[in-house]
C-alpha cells in the first residue's frame, strides 16, 4: 500500500516540497487576460483611437508617423560605456596656483597637498563622482615664478618642467577614495574619532602611470627620477637647479611615504583636534 | 486693581531662598518663607558642617545663576551640544551607545567627553574585516603590478610587429597572387570552354551518324551520345598513359646515361682495381672529382 501511490498523495507530496506560493510563482488562466497591443495597421490603427470625425488626436511620443522613429533606430550607444569607471581629475591651472600663493592663501613654506588646495576654500573636489584629486594644467607656465613642493594627482610634460626650472618639487600620487575623503576635509575626518587609514594601492590602469619616473610618479625610482629631471631641463632649455644646495632642502624633500595620507602623520593613529593629542598604540 | 500673582511656595523656597540668606536681608525671609530655627551644634561638627554646606550651597548658588542666565530657551542637550558639552548625560537611544556614536564623541570633544580614547581604535572584527577587504580588492603588490603593465606593453607590440611583418611578408607575394587568379579565371574558362566544343562536335557526330535532324533531347540521340563520350574518355586515359609511359622511359633513359658516364672512367684508367691498392688513393681521388664535374 505504501509503494503504490494515487494521483491525490502524489499530489500532495509534490505541494510538501514546493516552495511557498506567492505572485511570483503563480499566473493566470490562459485567456484570462489580453495583453493591451498599441493599434497598428487596418483594424486599430488608422485614427487610433479618435474616431472618424473628429480631428486627429496627439500622437505618442515619439512616433515619426510611421518610418522608423529615432529612438528605436539604434540599438546601442556606447558614448558613455564604462564612464562610471573612468577616473576625473578636475584642473587647477598654474595661474590659480600662482594667485593664491600670492594672496597667502597657500603657504610655501610647507609642502602643498591635495589637503592645502581644498583648504583655501576655493576649490573642493567629489570623490563620489569619480572625482581622484587634482591635475595641474599649464596655463600660466609662462608667469609662474615660485619654489613650491607640490603633490598633485596628475600633470603634463610643461608643468612639470615649470616647476623644476623655477627650483621646485613636483610628484603625482595617487590616493584611493576613502582617503581622499579624509584629505578633503582633514577636521571633519579627525572628528569621527577613527585612526587614520592606510592608502591603497592604485588599479591596474593607473600603475602605468604613477610608477613612470617620467610623470614624477610617487612610485617611481628615485633615481630615475633625477634622470628625467636632468633629460627634461635638457629638452626645455634650462639649468636644472641643485636641490640639494638649497635653503629650503628639508621642506622640498619631504615626501609621503606611499601608504601614508597626511605629511608627518602614519596610518594607525588618532588624532584629536580638541585636545590638539596624538594617540598611539603601544608597541607591545 | 492688579491680582497679585503669588508664586508657589515650593518655587519660591528653592530658587530665592539662598539670595535673601547671604545678602543678610531678614525683613524679606519673613515675607517669603518661614524663619527656619537653627540647630544647637557641637562645635567641631559645626565648623566641618558648616563648611559643607556651603560648598554645597555655593554650587548650588551657582546652578542656580546659571539657570537665571540661561534665557536661550533651548532644550537643554542642544545648548550643550551648542557649548560644546557633551550633550546627552543619558543615553537616551540606542544610538547613543553605539561605538560609532561614542567615537565621534571622542572626536569631537576629546577628553571632555569622558570616554576611555581606547575606543578609537579598530576593534579586531574591524581589522579582520579590513584586511579581507584589501586582499580581495588589492591581491597583487605594486611589482607584481607594474611587472603584468609592462608584459602586457611588449606582447601588444610584438603583436603589432608581427601584424607589419605578416603584411610585408603578403604584399611581396601580392603580384603574384594577382597573376594567380587571372590565370585561374583563364584556365576554369578555357577548360569550360573546351569541354563545351568537345560537347559540340560530339553531337555533330551523332547527328552526322543520324543523317537527320533529331532532337538533341531524343532517346536515341542520348544512348549515341553517352557510346561516344565514352569512347572519347577511353581515347583520353589511353594518351594519358602513353603520356606517362613516354615520361617514365625518358626518365630511364637519363639514369642509364648516367650510370655509363659513371662506370667508364673505371674501365679507362691504367691503374689496378682500387680495392687492391690503397697507397694511390690520391690519384683515384682527382679521377672523381673529374667525373662528378
Redesign the interface.
Known amino acids: 500500500m505504501s509503494t503504490v501511490k494515487h494521483t491525490t498523495e502524489r499530489a500532495l507530496q509534490l505541494m510538501r516540497q514546493l516552495p511557498r506560493v506567492k505572485l511570483n510563482n503563480i499566473r493566470n488562466n490562459p485567456g484570462a487576460y489580453k495583453t493591451q497591443k498599441r493599434g497598428r495597421a487596418q483594424h486599430g490603427g488608422d485614427k487610433h483611437g479618435d474616431g472618424m470625425k473628429s480631428h486627429c488626436n496627439y500622437m505618442r511620443l515619439g512616433y515619426e508617423t510611421g518610418n522608423t522613429p529615432f529612438y528605436l533606430r539604434f540599438t546601442y550607444e556606447s558614448y558613455y560605456k564604462d564612464h562610471h569607471l573612468r577616473r576625473e581629475y578636475p584642473p587647477i591651472s598654474l595661474n590659480q596656483l600662482q594667485t593664491m600663493i600670492d594672496t597667502d592663501r597657500i603657504d610655501t613654506t610647507k609642502p602643498i597637498d591635495l589637503a592645502t588646495i581644498c583648504l583655501t576654500g576655493l576649490y573642493d573636489f567629489f570623490p563620489d563622482q569619480r572625482q581622484y584629486g587634482y591635475q595641474l594644467t599649464d596655463e600660466g607656465a609662462n608667469i609662474f615664478k615660485t619654489k613650491v613642493n607640490i603633490e598633485v594627482q596628475h600633470a603634463n610634460e610643461l608643468v612639470i618642467a615649470t616647476i623644476e626650472k623655477n627650483g621646485g618639487v613636483i610628484r603625482t600620487a595617487y590616493f584611493d577614495p576613502y582617503s581622499l575623503q579624509a584629505l578633503r576635509n582633514p577636521k571633519k575626518f579627525?572628528?569621527?574619532?577613527?585612526?587614520i587609514p592606510?592608502r591603497?594601492?592604485p588599479p591596474?590602469d593607473a600603475?602605468?602611470y604613477y610608477?613612470n619616473p617620467k610623470n614624477r610618479g610617487y612610485?617611481a625610482d628615485p633615481e630615475a627620477i633625477s634622470h628625467e629631471r636632468l633629460v627634461l631641463a635638457q629638452k626645455y632649455g634650462y639649468e636644472l637647479p641643485k636641490i640639494e644646495d638649497d635653503v629650503d632642502y628639508e621642506m622640498l624633500s619631504e615626501t609621503k611615504d606611499?601608504r601614508q595620507i597626511f605629511y608627518g602623520l602614519e596610518p594607525g593613529i588618532?588624532v584629536?583636534l580638541?585636545?590638539k593629542?596624538i594617540?598611539r598604540?603601544r608597541e607591545n | 486693581m492688579f491680582t497679585l500673582k503669588l508664586l508657589n511656595s515650593s518655587t519660591i523656597s528653592s530658587r530665592y531662598t539662598c539670595r535673601y540668606v547671604t545678602s543678610g536681608s531678614q525683613k524679606l525671609l519673613g515675607l517669603f518663607g518661614k524663619k527656619e530655627k537653627e540647630p544647637e551644634p557641637a562645635e567641631n561638627a559645626l565648623e566641618m558642617f558648616d563648611a559643607d554646606q556651603n560648598e554645597i550651597d555655593s554650587e548650588l548658588k551657582k546652578e542656580r545663576i546659571q539657570a537665571i542666565r540661561n534665557k536661550s530657551r533651548l532644550n537643554d542637550n542642544h545648548r550643550r551640544l551648542l557649548l560644546g558639552e557633551v550633550p546627552y548625560q543619558n543615553a537616551q537611544s540606542w544610538v547613543h551607545n553605539t561605538l560609532k556614536y561614542?567615537?565621534?564623541?571622542?572626536?569631537?570633544?576629546?577628553?571632555?567627553s569622558g570616554l576611555d580614547?581606547r575606543i578609537?581604535?579598530?576593534t579586531h572584527t574591524e581589522i579582520e574585516d579590513k584586511n579581507e577587504y584589501?586582499r580581495t580588492?588589492?591581491p597583487k603588490?605594486?611589482q607584481e603590478?607594474?611587472q603584468?603593465?609592462e608584459q602586457d606593453?611588449k606582447e601588444t607590440k610584438e603583436k603589432e610587429l608581427k601584424r607589419d611583418e605578416d603584411i610585408a611578408r603578403n604584399l611581396e607575394k601580392l603580384e603574384m597572387w594577382k597573376t594567380d587568379i587571372v590565370k585561374r579565371k583563364e584556365k576554369r574558362e578555357n577548360d569550360a570552354r573546351v569541354a563545351k566544343e568537345r560537347k559540340d562536335r560530339l553531337i555533330e557526330e551523332v547527328r552526322r551518324h543520324f543523317g537527320y535532324t533529331i532532337d538533341i533531347r531524343d532517346e536515341r540521340f542520348k544512348q549515341m551520345l553517352e557510346e561516344k563520350q565514352k569512347q572519347q574518355r577511353k581515347a583520353m586515359k589511353e594518351s594519358k598513359r602513353q603520356e606517362k609511359e613516354s615520361k617514365l622511359l625518358e626518365k630511364l633513359k637519363s639514369v642509364k646515361a648516367e650510370d655509363k658516364l659513371s662506370t667508364e672512367p673505371s674501365e679507362n684508367s691504367d691503374e689496378s682495381d682500387p680495392s687492391e691498392e690503397k697507397d694511390e688513393d690520391v690519384n683515384q681521388n682527382t679521377e672523381e672529382e673529374n667525373v662528378k664535374k
Open positions: 579627525f572628528e569621527r574619532g577613527v585612526p592606510r591603497m594601492i591596474q600603475i602605468e610608477s612610485l606611499p588618532v584629536n580638541e585636545d593629542s594617540i598604540k | 561614542k567615537r565621534k564623541l571622542y572626536g569631537k570633544l576629546g577628553e571632555k580614547p578609537c581604535f579598530w584589501e580588492a588589492y603588490t605594486v603590478m607594474i603584468i603593465s606593453k
